[in-house]
Each structure stands twice: as structure tokens, then as C-alpha cells.
């Protein structure tokens, strides 16, 4: 079984709050060899969760038992043990690092992306987009939605790589189906879809309108105050819903009484006539 296999039905089994068949389960997986298991059983301590008492001590001797195993998962818990450091143990970055890449190395789609945030960022390695993007396509590929989410904004904006709107849109929509909640996606994917920013390579379908549409109303209903700046522009362009200056105007304002940046930069293009209408 796997770590992701094992992670998932032990999850399962905690959400219903069988603890005994959890527990089973990792001792049968224990016996079977599974180095991935003193890995789950490392946070199990230092978390202590499960019945098991908090103990960071252990916790780290559980972490490097799993690594020296062979274990991908054990090198990516030591990682984020020294990024982070706790209250027995200071951070050690340099360790993080060489964990994490070991980590990566024999597969574990997690460390893969904290390579590529550390490389995106220039936290404690010099900055790289083009390594960055280079990790979020490994990790991606491998199934981690953060990687997929980030290899979309740096396909949309051309960072790391050549801009590509389709591609964005694609990775955009596969974060999606694993995280079917993420208002940032749904934000970021309806400004790829509607083309709001006039970007070259991409016309939108008028199927493409109507999902850019609902992704802008479903954004805002999960308190993405971002998402204010599309639907005033909908109501601009008269897109789905009747051309209604004074309707977009009242959307760019809630943006950008949210600190909508896009909107506070937009705002003031809303005059008014005679009649107290809006217009641009």
C-alpha cells in the first residue's frame, strides 16, 4: 500500500471515528514492511492525535527510522520538521532542504511542491521561476493540486515559462476537480475564460462566457471579494446577464471596499449623468 493508499483509508476511517480498524490497519501495514507507516505513526505523536501522547522526541525518531527504510514520506516529515522547527528543536534549513529534495527525489509529490514554493519564492534558495515551474509540472503531473494550481498562474502570467492561456485554463480546471471549493481557482479561472485582461492568445467561447459566469457567482458566495471586479465587468459588456453600469458599479465598489486592487484601480472610471445613472 502506498503512503497516499494508506493516508486515505486511515482518513476515511478517522472521519467515521473508527480509531480501532485505523490502528489495525496500521500494524498490519507495520508487519507487511511498510516504512511509509512510522511516518503516520511520527505524527500520530507529534501531533498526539489518535490516543497517542504528544512526544516530539519520538515523533523525530519514528521520522528517521522511516527514512533510513527507504521511506519518501519519512525524508518529507523531516523536511517540514527542520523548516519549521518546535518547541525542542530550532529550525535548520539547510536540512529542510536536503530532506525535501531527497524526498522529491524518490517521489513524494508533497516535497515536490515545497521545493517549487521555495524556488518560486526565494525562500532560502535563490529564486527561480523557471526551476519553480519546472517542479509544479513534476508535481502536478504526480496529482498534487497545489502544484496544479500554481503551474496554472505561472502559464497564465508567463513566469518560468511561455504564457499559455489554454494550458492555464486546463490546470485551472484539474486543481478544480480536486478541490472543488478553491474560490481562487474559480477567480483566476473566469478571468482566463472571459479574456479580461486581453490576453493574445486566448478568445473565449460563449461557453466559456457561461462558465466564467458561474464560477464569478460561486467565488463570491464562498467570500471571494475578488471575484466583484468580473461580475462588474459582466454587467458592462452586457455578458449573460443585461448591460447595467450602475449594477457594475455597484459590484466594483464592494470590491474595492474589500481592498480589490483591480477594482480601486477601476472605480474611478464610473461617471455619472444628469440623471443620476453610471456610465464609463
Not at 50 to 77: P, T
Request: hydrophobic letters at 35%; glycine letters at 8%; a negative charge.
Amino acid at each position: 500500500m502506498t503512503y497516499e493508499e494508506l493516508e486515505a483509508e486511515m482518513l476515511q476511517l478517522l472521519n467515521t471515528g473508527d480509531w480501532d480498524s485505523a490502528q489495525k490497519i496500521l500494524f498490519e501495514e507495520q508487519e507487511k514492511g511498510n516504512p511509509d507507516v512510522f511516518a503516520i505513526f511520527g505524527e500520530l505523536f507529534y501531533e498526539g492525535a489518535l490516543g497517542y501522547e504528544k512526544d516530539i522526541l519520538k515523533a523525530k525518531e519514528l521520522y528517521e527510522k522511516s527514512f533510513q527504510s527507504g521511506s519518501a514520506r519519512g525524508a518529507y516529515m523531516l523536511g517540514r520538521f527542520y523548516d519549521y522547527g518546535n518547541e525542542l528543536f530550532a529550525e535548520d534549513q539547510i536540512k529542510a532542504q536536503y530532506y525535501y529534495e531527497t524526498a522529491a527525489r524518490k517521489g513524494d509529490r508533497d516535497a515536490v511542491y515545497m521545493l517549487a514554493t521555495r524556488y518560486g519564492e526565494g525562500k532560502f534558495v535563490d529564486t527561480s521561476p523557471e526551476k519553480a515551474f519546472e517542479l509544479y509540472a513534476k508535481g502536478a503531473d504526480m496529482g498534487n493540486p497545489g502544484c496544479m494550481e500554481n503551474l496554472a498562474v505561472l502559464y497564465e502570467f508567463g513566469e518560468g515559462t511561455k504564457q499559455d492561456i489554454k494550458t492555464a485554463i486546463y490546470w485551472y480546471r484539474r486543481t478544480l476537480e480536486y478541490e472543488p471549493d478553491n474560490d481562487f481557482c474559480m477567480w483566476r479561472l473566469a478571468c482566463c475564460l472571459t479574456n479580461i485582461f486581453n490576453y493574445t492568445s486566448y478568445a473565449p467561447s460563449p461557453k466559456d462566457i457561461e462558465e466564467a459566469y458561474e464560477l464569478t457567482c460561486k467565488a463570491i458566495d464562498l467570500g471571494n471579494t475578488e471575484a466583484y471586479f468580473i461580475l462588474a465587468w459582466f454587467y458592462e459588456e452586457g455578458n449573460i446577464v443585461p448591460r447595467d453600469y450602475d449594477m457594475a458599479q455597484k459590484y466594483m465598489k464592494l470590491g474595492a471596499d474589500n481592498g480589490c486592487e483591480l477594482a480601486i484601480e477601476n472605480l474611478g472610471r464610473y461617471k455619472r449623468d444628469i440623471f443620476g445613472h453610471y456610465y464609463v
